[in-house]
């Protein structure tokens, strides 16, 4: 990704003999060209070797007038103590977490190590959805012998406003990609790994809800019923979780009363989690499979992909004054960028079977996805 210090180093090494694409850094990517009657393609590879020996790999490539030299990654030895900062990250989530489920139950988990304790249902199966689609990354990372950060957590809380108790958790690569193959075999493993776990805990937890009348037992022990349901913070639904609802027939649990029952809260999050992730869009996970599948034509697919999103949100607000959306576009223009990175051989195939799974994604994407994941009554 474009970073300040990866522009610094590679502007000692070019000096003025190549220009910055301007455009580039809103495509998430440092790439230099200039004209081909400025500069040979020797003094080009000249220039890839002296980015080598500062710890920089590049990709070269040429159009029918310039030359383009993209900064794809570094490849400098990670430092020292690379498990401490993520051992104590997942510790901290661990916490979050647990807090969260703790109070999910209406209980304070400030006032007893039994409350406190409580939540620790929540806090593994969200924690344990989190693990699997990162280790999904991270394992087929280790395949292809790409150095890999383990994975950090984010923990978050935040006692004033509703939260899951984590923003998540990401890898890093530490090494370019080598080919498509590689970037899709990473990028597909995450998504499938998080759902298949979080069916599973759908499954649990639909499968041990009680009936009707003892659901409603149940939650009249965690808090008062009321038929004023006016301002209940409420879920919304995606095609996946209805199906398994009606499956068990199990329809009749409202979705502002879901987050009471562990499993199938963080099995809704696990779907939720991985529909954002699937957003076929920059370097989201989504963005690697589209790539590794059409390539060139991945930007183009990013862009329509946030313009859909932008619709969605004109939607969401000018319809159901929902912001739940909002901060994306954002995060998209800022971080996630529409123009993937290229691996350092763009040329190989990933084959019908990886294709095949490619669309079996987006599949997914759609059964999981909501248009309004949260909104008030």
Known sequence: ??????????????????????????????????????????????????LQEQGLVSKAESSDRKHYLSIIASDRKPGKNQRFVPVLLLLLTIVTTTI???QLLNKDPFASWENFFSGIYYAYALLLILFCHEMGHYLYARYYKIKVTLPFFIPFYFPLMFSFGTFG??????????????????????????????????????????????????????????????????????ILFDFFAQAFGKSYLPMYEMYHFPFIVTGWFGLLITALNL?????????????????????????????????????????FNSYVYVLWPILILVFIKFKHPPTLDDSIPIGATRKFLGYIAYLIFVLCFSPMPIYLQ
């Open 169 to 238: 958790a990401f890898i890093r690569l530490k090494e370019p990609i080598p080919h498509k193959k590689a970037l899709f075999d990473i990028g597909v493993a995450g998504p499938f790994a998080g759902f298949i776990v979080s069916v599973i805990f759908l499954i649990l937890g639909f499968a041990n809800l009680p009936d009707e009348t003892g659901m409603w037992a149940y939650i009249n022990n965690i808090h008062p019923v009321t038929e004023n349901v006016s301002g209940a913070l409420t879920f919304g639904n995606n």
């Open 100 to 102: 969260t489920g703790a």
């Open 1 to 50: 990704m474009y970073s300040k210090r990866r522009e610094e180093t590679a502007k000692f090494v070019i000096q003025n003999k190549l220009k910055k694409d301007f455009w580039s850094r809103f495509y998430g990517l440092l790439v230099y060209k200039q004209k081909k009657d400025k500069i040979s393609e020797d003094e080009v590879k000249q220039l890839q070797q002296g």
């Open 279 to 319: 957003m076929p869009i920059g370097q989201l996970d989504g963005g690697h499979i589209t790539h590794a599948m059409f390539g060139g034509k991945s930007a183009r697919i990013a862009i329509l992909g946030f313009l859909g999103l932008i619709i969605l949100n004109i939607v969401l607000i000018s319809q």
